[in-house]
């Protein structure tokens, strides 16, 4: 029974740690989302314009007049 408990309590702690890091490393990452997809979609030699760029960030999600990072008004799609 102490093998199970101690066990149990290292998994709480091994998930709640993955879990906060997979929280803060995009965060903490340096530059914003609009230049990382920038730099990513130039990559094949093509420019990417201003208005190609606005609709994949819109369709992320990443909406600059919103001051929340949470975007609550999508909902959920699935392919």
Not at 59 to 71: Q, R
């Amino acid at each position: 029974m102490r093998f199970l408990v101690r066990r149990l309590g290292f998994f709480v702690l091994t998930l709640w740690a993955a879990m906060t890091l997979n929280f803060f490393i995009p965060r903490l990452m340096p530059g914003s989302p609009e230049q990382a997809l920038r730099i990513k979609l130039s990559r094949g030699g093509q420019i990417v314009t201003q208005e190609q760029l606005r609709r994949v960030l819109a369709e992320f999600g990443f909406d600059p007049n919103k001051t929340s990072s949470c975007n609550t008004s999508n909902t959920l799609r699935t392919w």
